[in-house]
């Protein structure tokens, strides 16, 4: 492997490992944003809302629906992409800071294993329907939904794909 690359593997964490890591981040008095999601296909949307998110605070923890996870919500047919790829996609980001897998179909264990400072989600989400928004406004945080960028979603890029005849 790269070097590049091993900096890129290196942002991807177990629950183990990114607890001790957010501890490290706690006591350098970072603040640590908190965001999931099945990022299928990476477009201009999940950029946007990814780096408004970073912009929150110092360090970005992205939690990744697994495969299977995805698979219940989204239907056997997806996820497009496969876990590995969908991780080290996210972990490329300059903007993300760690990205950990989590096999459950919300993220609630992993917000309880991270405790951020700040919960974040795309637009389609109140902040009081937000998975997990009790552990942090409990702990003193902030629960946002940030805006979505009109056009861009997997659903419609699979669908565009899928209609192409290709």
Known sequence: MSLEFDKIHSKIHSFE?????????????????????????LHFGHLHYLAAARDLG??????????????????????LNDE?????????????????VFQEDTPFELIQCVRPDILVKGGDYQPNQIVGADIVLRGGGKVLSLPFVEGYSTTNLESKIRNSGV
Do not use: M, Y
């Open 17 to 41: 490992s990114i607890e001790n890591l957010v501890e490290q981040w706690r006591t350098d008095h970072k603040t640590i944003v908190f965001t999931n999601g099945c990022f299928d296909l």
């Open 58 to 79: 110092d360090k970005l923890v992205v939690g990744l629906n697994s495969a299977d996870s995805v698979k219940r919500l989204k239907g056997a047919h997806r996820p």
């Open 84 to 100: 590995l790829t969908r991780q080290h996609l996210l972990a490329a980001l300059q903007f993300v800071d760690a990205v950990v």
